[in-house]
Nanobody, 126 residues
Framework: QVQLVESGGGLVQPGGSLRLSCAASGFTLDYYAIGWFRQAPGKEREGVSCISSRSSSTSYADSVKGRFTISRDNAKNTVYLQMNSLKPEDTAVYYC???????????????????WGQGTQVTVSS
């Protein structure tokens, strides 16, 4: 069964850090670009960060540049999103998704992504 499972979300104070994980089962992440998306209440889902499969090139939304870092550990079949200096506006459900076509670059175009996880809640509040 093909599945992506996010974990690592939770409640954190402003300025704090969290590391999200996106683990794959039923397929190998090596061949997929991975994107992280988020959806805040009342807002549309938006791309946060992505990493390609072969070149590991990365992309970040302007709102998270310098604070978030995406990385992949193919041996563990897992992609991570390290989130530092968190702000209340980072509060959202975070989703990871896999794109088989993302060999040398990645995109925030949601229609490209073949598989999606169920999401993990991140709440930044004092």
């Amino acid at each position: 069964q093909v599945q992506l499972v996010e974990s690592g979300g939770g409640l954190v104070q402003p300025g704090g850090s969290l590391r999200l994980s996106c683990a794959a089962s039923g397929f190998t992440l090596d061949y997929y670009a991975i994107g992280w998306f988020r959806q805040a209440p009342g807002k549309e889902r938006e791309g946060v960060s992505c990493i390609s499969s072969r070149s590991s090139s990365t992309s970040y939304a302007d709102s998270v540049k310098g604070r978030f870092t995406i990385s992949r550990d193919n041996a563990k079949n897992t992609v991570y999103l390290q989130m530092n200096s968190l702000k209340p506006e980072d509060t959202a459900v975070y989703y990871c998704a896999a794109d088989i076509r993302g060999s040398y670059y990645c995109s925030f175009g949601e229609s490209r992504y073949d598989y999606w996880g169920q999401g993990t809640q991140v709440t930044v509040s004092s």
